[in-house]
């Protein structure tokens, strides 16, 4: 027989104290009993060898008398490209009705590596692959299944007066048991309670009756939709009156609809009337076994409003757990007023609780959206971060909603932003190009599109004040640590009862969902916040890891570090902070991660001019701090650092002096100064579009006024032209390939162990410019 799951348990019976007291409120998320255990599968490696698309691996799940069970994935690889139509697919069936999800690489990332709920006790797993894409493995980590439930209740009044419902507005919450709705903000995200915030992870739809027992039954997995961690912003539940959560989910991996294109509706939010004459009807998945078949399903039921606040509504209307997050509709207009939270009724009176629309805290996370709330980009590859001299460089990016008119914003050394039309790949996928660029060049960048229901929307968000940058050069490395050894890292702990840095590979513990499977280097080891099995997250206060003394001192240094925060509170007090000093002095905050980012590792990059900006002064004795914090509320802090860089940027073909004319145009090389190798390519970016230009060279460096800049390359034995003249065309790019075999004059012979200055000359209306001018020593 099963057994109660003991992280339901206690819910449970907190529950039925809170009523037995009567008059207290009681939050009202209802976990259905679940029990989470190991599952080690590893299919192996297998690929499609034959003319037409096959099922390569199959393997069959099976917990014998599970009511429900959903899969947890350690590893997935899925072989072939997505975007170009030969993606292999995984493919999971459900025995018990036949349900089947399907995910590709894109999808099992926003389900991170996890399944849809499925009806009975087994699921088929299979990778569909097209022919001679590769290889395809799965390897399983862990199951939720089902138990048969108990029931609490806060109902107004002797009799349980709820009825079934279908508004297809209302959505059910796992594995947390809690209620969510549509909202017509300008991405159609939902509500629900803050303190469901922590189990927000799957929402469901059309959901069917319960059996006789009271086990869940899951609707169609067309019906179910993966949350998007990053969107979540919540309070964590502070009580009656300041509880809430706000968030968005996937579109569905099956249908590709959203949420509310599927369900073809959304609740308009509005201020609660006043008390006087006005009803409250609550709709959601509370708790039932009046008959056990109404269990966790949809039911409703209308009662009059007793108390209306700019924070707090209060109403005479029947709920039980599992109704926490419903919205409270305002009768007579059929508009949500509220989001329910708490229950406090009993057989004698009392009333039930929620935090009011207009609560200030809500209204500001609803006014500053995350995620696929705020609509936006993602990189379908991650962008670099260093490109060498010369290099043109290729982003693609997918809009999360429908897009009109993607343009791709960009600049060199601070100029004004240039706008070109991105170019679509299908699958709502877009590629533009940042042109070929020169050491000191510093590219920034940024997109935008028109939404159809937003606007104009801009990634990052607070475009063209917030931006993305490159790199152009080479990473010399100073320090790199993969945490495989000691290198002097130290711990402290600040008020914090639990959640201790500790370095090693990490336990993956299938019991507790909230820490990483592994490293992100690949190297096998870490830091992270108590690394040992159970509930091992920051509780109540801060923990530190202080890096040892790290070399700043060279120009362009920078530092770059892989982070794991993974948040059930995005209130901003909960956090990952980033600081540094120098010496003794006091510590400055560089940057803050504030944004859960689930079970994913994240990068992060800190230029010199971050470390300036907060007041650090760069030299050879700076340290970093990072400091994970937990607010002390109900809430879950899991933190992680990896794959720690130290480094500085040199662009290494060369060294650019003089100053650029008028125009600001530059000059960098790309390839290598290996006379043998002889592929070095002279590049210019920044020079008027459509322009004609000329690269020349000589072993002498001088300052000579020529047009509109500065001669700055002349030569012992004259100044050499490479041929041929080349338009800038509309890019303002001229590049030129140099050849050391074949001077255009005897005098310019190239040599190794020589240095030569090179230069373009480009037309400028009625006159003349130049780029800078760099110096080049060739190897042999």
């Known amino acids: ?55 390569v691996l199959s393997i069959p799940v099976i917990v014998e008398g599970a009511e429900w069970v959903r899969l947890y994935f350690d590893e997935v690889e899925l072989a072939g490209d997505l975007f170009a139509g030969t993606g292999s697919i995984l493919r999971l069936t459900a025995l018990a009705d036949g349900g089947i999800q399907e995910l590709d690489v894109r999808h099992l990332a926003e389900w991170q590596n996890s399944s849809a709920y499925f009806n009975g006790d087994t699921v088929l797993v299979e990778v569909l692959a097209q022919p001679g894409t590769g290889m395809n493995r799965v390897r399983m980590r862990a199951v939720d299944y089902g138990l048969v439930p108990s029931f609490t209740e806060t109902i107004c009044g002797a009799n349980d007066d709820r009825v079934l419902s279908n508004d297809p507005r209302s959505a059910r919450i796992l594995p947390i048991g809690c209620t969510g709705w549509l909202i017509d903000d300008c991405k159609q995200c939902f509500l629900t309670a803050g303190h469901c915030g922590g189990g927000v992870s799957v929402v469901q739809f059309n959901v069917p009756l319960s059996n006789s027992g009271g086990g869940l039954n899951q609707p169609s997995p067309d019906d179910q939709y993966a949350v998007d961690a990053s969107s979540l912003q919540s309070n964590g539940g502070q009580g009656v009156g300041n509880d809430w959560a706000y968030f968005g989910a996937f579109a569905n991996s099956n249908t590709g609809l959203t949420p509310a294109q599927a369900q073809g509706g959304t609740f308009n939010l509005v201020p609660p009337p006043s008390p006087s004459g006005n009803d409250i009807r609550i709709t959601g998945y509370g708790t039932d076994n009046t008959p056990s078949t109404h269990n966790q399903v949809q039911q409703t039921h209308v009662g009059p409003l007793v108390t209306s606040t700019t924070t707090r509504v209060q109403y005479v209307t029947d709920t039980t757990g599992g109704n926490s997050g419903s919205p409270v509709i305002w009768e007579q207009t059929g508009q949500a007023v509220g989001i329910h939270t708490h229950g406090g009724c009993g057989d004698t009176g009392g009333q039930n609780s929620g935090t009011a629309s207009t609560h200030p805290g809500l209204q500001a996370a609803m006014a500053a959206p995350q995620g696929i709330c705020a609509a936006g980009f993602e990189f379908v590859q991650t962008p670099p971060d260093l490109v060498m001299p010369g290099t043109v460089t290729t982003l693609q990016v997918r809009t999360i909603s429908a897009a009109m008119n993607p343009l791709f914003h960009f600049r060199l050394q601070g100029n004004a932003f240039s706008s070109v039309a991105m170019t679509p790949l299908g699958n709502d996928v877009y590629s533009a190009s940042l042109p070929a660029v020169a050491c000191g060049d510093d590219p920034e960048y940024y997109f935008s599109y028109d939404d159809v229901d937003c606007g104009t929307v801009t990634s990052p968000e607070g475009a063209p004040n917030a931006f993305f940058s490159i790199g152009v050069g080479v990473a010399v490395e100073s320090l790199s640590d993969d945490f495989e050894t000691d290198l002097g890292w130290t711990t402290s702990i600040g008020s914090a009862s639990t959640g201790q840095w500790q370095r090693g590979v990490p336990v993956n513990d299938p019991n507790w969902v909230y820490d990483p499977t592994s490293d992100s280097d690949g190297s096998g080891s870490c830091w992270l916040t108590q690394n040992e099995l159970g509930n091992t997250d920051i509780d109540g206060g801060s923990v530190s890891l202080i890096s040892p003394v790290i070399d700043l001192s060279v120009a362009g240094s920078f530092v770059s570090y892989d982070y794991f925060l993974n948040l059930t509170v995005s209130d901003g007090v ?71 860089f130290v480094g500085s940027v040199d662009c290494g073909l060369g060294t650019n002096y003089c100053v650029s004319g008028a125009n600001g145009a530059t000059i960098g090389v790309a390839g290598s100064v290996s006379f043998a190798a002889n592929d070095l390519v002279l590049t210019s970016a920044g020079v008027p579009p459509n322009v004609n230009g000329l690269f020349f060279y000589g072993d002498l460096q001088t300052t000579v006024l020529l047009g509109n800049g500065l001669r700055c390359v002349d030569g012992s034995s004259g100044i050499f032209r490479l041929q041929p003249v080349t338009s800038s065309g509309p890019g303002g790019v001229i590049s030129h390939s140099l050849d050391v ?40």
């Open 741 to 780: 075999l074949a001077p255009p004059l005897p005098g310019g012979q190239i040599s190794p162990g020589s240095t030569w200055n090179f230069q373009l000359w480009f037309r400028d209306g009625a006159s003349s410019d130049l780029t800078d001018a760099i110096s080049i020593t060739f190897t042999p």
């Open 1 to 55: 027989m099963f057994q109660l799951s003991s992280r339901w348990a206690p819910a449970a019976l907190f529950a039925l104290t809170a009523v037995a007291l009567g008059g207290r409120a009681a939050a009202q998320q209802e976990a259905p009993p679940t029990v989470t255990i190991p599952y080690e599968v590893d299919s192996g490696p297998a690929e499609n060898l034959l003319p037409s698309p096959q099922v």
């Open 574 to 644: 909960d956090r990952l902070l980033v600081q540094a000093r120098n010496g003794l002095a006091s510590w400055r905050t560089v940057t803050e991660h504030t944004e859960t980012g689930g079970l994913q590792w994240r990068t992060q990059l800190l230029t010199t001019g971050d470390f300036l900006s907060a007041g650090v002064l760069l030299g050879n004795d700076v340290q970093l701090r990072f400091t994970a914090n937990d607010s002390g509320t109900s809430s879950i802090v899991e933190a992680g650092l990896d794959a720690f």
